[in-house]
C-alpha cells in the first residue's frame, strides 16, 4: 500500500496546511514542464494522488484508517476465503453423504470394492505399527543402558 505521507514528505499526524504547501511546493518542483527528468510524469501524477486522498478529510480519515489496518483487512479477507472454501467442502461432503446414505449395503460395497478384508487390513495395520513401536523402544533401551552402563 503506498504511503501518502512519505510521498508528500509529511509525517502522519500533519494538518491540512502542512498537506497543501507540501503539494504545492512538490508540484512546483517536479511538475513535468519544469523538471526534464525521465519519470517527472510519473512522480507529478503519484503526488497529485497523494494530494487527492489527503485533502479531503473523509478520504484522509479512510485512508489513515486502512494505513494502519491494512495487514488486518488482508487477514481478514483471507479468513473470509479459508472459511467459504471450508464451507463448500463441507457442502460437498454432506451431498456426497447423503447419496451414500441412499445406497444400500450390498451396492454401496459392490461399488466402492469396499470388504471385510479392508477393514481386517486397519486392524492389522494398528497392530504392526504398535509392535514395532514397541520393538524401537526396547532397542533404544537397550542401546542407552549399554551407553550408561
Not at 21 to 47: G, M, Q, W
Not at 91 to 116: I, L, P, V
Amino acid at each position: 500500500m503506498k504511503d501518502y505521507y512519505e510521498t508528500l514528505g509529511l509525517k502522519k499526524g500533519c494538518n491540512s496546511l502542512q498537506i497543501k504547501k507540501a503539494y504545492r511546493k512538490l508540484s512546483l518542483k517536479l511538475h513535468p514542464d519544469v523538471n526534464k527528468n525521465a519519470n517527472a510524469h510519473d512522480t507529478f501524477i503519484e503526488i497529485n494522488e497523494a494530494y487527492q486522498v489527503l485533502r479531503d478529510p473523509v478520504k484522509r480519515s479512510k485512508y489513515n484508517y486502512l494505513l494502519k489496518n491494512h495487514k488486518n483487512i488482508l487477514n481478514a479477507k483471507r479468513q473470509k476465503r479459508y472459511e467459504n472454501s471450508v464451507n463448500r467442502q463441507t457442502q460437498k461432503g454432506n451431498r456426497q453423504g447423503k447419496r451414500y446414505a441412499q445406497e444400500d449395503d450390498k451396492s454401496f460395497q459392490k461399488k466402492y470394492k469396499w470388504t471385510d478384508w479392508m477393514l481386517w487390513s486397519g486392524y492389522v495395520f494398528e497392530i504392526i505399527l504398535w509392535t514395532l513401536q514397541l520393538l524401537l523402544e526396547v532397542v533404544v533401551r537397550i542401546f542407552f543402558g549399554i551407553l550408561a552402563g
